[in-house]
């Protein structure tokens, strides 16, 4: 558990150091991915409209998801039910949307800002069952911390994340 909560301590240096909400997601993202090697790919969806949108990230590569309806997949599943998804094998969900040829696990984690669903954790593992209780517990922890500047990104827009300049 130590892992987690150095990680957690590392996300509420961010929160109190950085004031910029882009800022704080980006390092998030970058804390999250870092920190544990069963995070093969992390980003965050924000929700606009009837669709989550792509915010920071970090990984081996982009996804071709950038744009999700709320709905459809485990990403958007989650976003329509405001509960975190945990799936062990995506070849065996028929709701996964592939992205990458190594995922073998995902978990998405709804970002709350009073009782609305305003953005998403969304982290792949290239190793099969890779996310537990412990994982959803920190997860569900730090979409709690970072929900306001998720808000901030989820009214203005935020920075232009689709710009290659802006990729991890």
């Not at 009073?114 to 412990?134: K, L």
Request: charged share 25%.
């Amino acid at each position: 558990m130590s892992d987690y909560s150095g990680a957690l301590e590392a996300v509420d240096r961010i929160l109190n150091r950085e004031s910029d909400a882009d800022e704080v997601l980006r390092q998030t993202v970058e804390v999250l991915h870092d920190r544990f090697e069963h995070y093969s790919w992390v980003g965050i969806y924000f929700v606009e409209g009837d669709d989550l949108v792509l915010g920071p990230w970090k990984g081996p590569s982009a996804t071709g998801h950038v744009r999700i309806p709320i709905g459809e997949g485990v990403c958007g599943a989650a976003a329509a039910s405001g509960v975190t998804e945990i799936v062990d094998d995506v070849n065996a969900d028929p709701r996964y949307l592939a992205c990458f040829p190594s995922t073998r696990s995902e978990i998405v984690v709804p970002v709350l800002y009073e009782g609305t669903v305003v953005a998403e954790i969304d982290v792949d593992s290239d190793a099969p069952a890779a996310f537990g209780e412990a994982d959803r517990a920190f997860l569900e922890r730090v979409a709690t911390a970072i929900s306001a500047a998720c808000l901030v990104g989820w009214d203005t827009g935020g920075m232009d994340w689709d710009a290659p300049e802006n990729w991890a």
